[in-house]
């Protein structure tokens, strides 16, 4: 290592110097925590003001005007590891952020959050998204008065719990009985002849009564799908994808969680199996099939599923 000691350049009590009464109107608009462009001859805000039009070169107006402080990200560019100099000790986002109402944008720190050092930009981290300032408790007029820009609330996770019992009735609770063995159990119309799963009690297409039992297998075919983006205690991750599978013998489809392979590999027609909990984890509940895995098999061809999509 070099033994040389390091250069530094600084002026003694600061740089000081005159700001003018076009970027002083901004400081000090700053200190009062608001924000204020400069309106040119041609009807554009400028945000910083500036004394001249940067694209015509003619002297600006004058007319200041109280723009944001909400603002959207037109660019941005993610620091993953933040020198001492930086404004944030975690990773952010320097962007240059448009205020509402102006027509050119300012250069800030965008602060996203808590993230591990070398961690990289969250996916929702693109131009188009909301900000808003944070202001400093203490303002001296400069644009270090804004500590930094933050993404608006558009979600929250609001606390929810609801207890209540469920009484099932016969067709549901010969179903939950039949899954705590180990079996997936149906009802067959006598009218149309369809397996009913999950067992009903009736036909949902003719309205009679159904008791005759069906043990259907515990693989099956994907129909149709969705990719979930938030997160699902009972999910192994995130995305993960919900799907209607068909079961083989089943004539309606079962709503289920469908793991083992990435979310954007899932497909309409993919031959799908059943994971059980360990037995010694089984109860009266469908909890204790986890999720549907992929079958080394070929998938089904549309048209054989197409009235189940």
């Known amino acids: 290592m ?27 608009e700053l200190r009062d925590g608001r924000l204020v462009g400069v309106r040119t001859a041609d009807g554009r805000v400028l945000v910083p003001p500036t ?5 015509t070169g003619e002297a600006v107006t004058g ?9 959207t990200v037109t660019s941005w560019s993610w620091v993953p ?10 990773p952010f986002a320097w962007a240059l952020i448009r205020p509402d109402g102006a027509d050119t944008a300012l250069l800030h720190a965008l602060d996203l959050g808590e993230f591990e050092e070398g961690a990289d930009p969250p996916r929702y981290l693109k131009a188009g998204l909301r900000v808003r300032p944070k202001w400093r408790a203490e303002r001296t007029g400069g644009i270090g008065d804004i500590a930094c820009f933050r993404p608006e609330v558009t979600m929250i996770n609001a606390p929810t719990r609801l207890e209540y019992r469920l009484r099932g009735g016969r067709a549901l609770d ?12 149906g ?3 006598p009218v149309c002849g369809q397996v009913i799963v ?13 008791s005759e039992e069906v043990e259907v297998a515990d693989t099956g075919t994907v129909t149709t799908f969705a990719v979930n983006n938030l997160p699902d205690p009972r999910a192994p991750d995130v995305p993960f994808v919900s799907a209607y599978v068909l079961l083989d013998g089943a004539d309606l489809t079962m709503l289920a969680l469908v793991a083992g392979i990435p979310a954007d590999q899932v497909r ?3 031959r799908v199996k059943a994971v059980w909990r360990p037995r010694e984890e089984w109860g009266p509940t469908l909890d204790n099939i986890k999720w549907f895995e992929p079958l080394d098999e070929p998938d089904v061809l549309f048209e054989r599923i197409k009235d189940y999509v």
Do not use: Q, W
């Not at 000691?5 to 740089?15: A, L, Q, T, W």
């Not at 590891?81 to 975690?90: E, G, N, T, V």
């Not at 999950?198 to 159904?210: A, Q, S, Y």
């Open 187 to 189: 009802h067959r119309c």
């Open 268 to 270: 309409i027609g993919m």
């Open 2 to 28: 070099s033994s040389e000691p390091n250069h530094v350049v600084e002026f003694p009590g600061g740089y000081t110097r005159s700001v003018g009464p076009v970027i002083g109107r901004f400081l000090t």
């Open 81 to 90: 590891r933040p020198r001492p100099a930086h404004p944030l000790d975690r």
């Open 198 to 210: 999950p067992m009903k009690g009736l036909c949902p297409r003719d309205g009679v009564p159904t």
């Open 174 to 185: 010969r179903f939950l009985a039949g899954i705590a063995e180990g079996r997936i159990l």
């Open 63 to 71: 007319e200041f005007v109280e723009v944001g402080p909400a603002g």
């Open 51 to 55: 004394e001249y039009d940067p694209e």
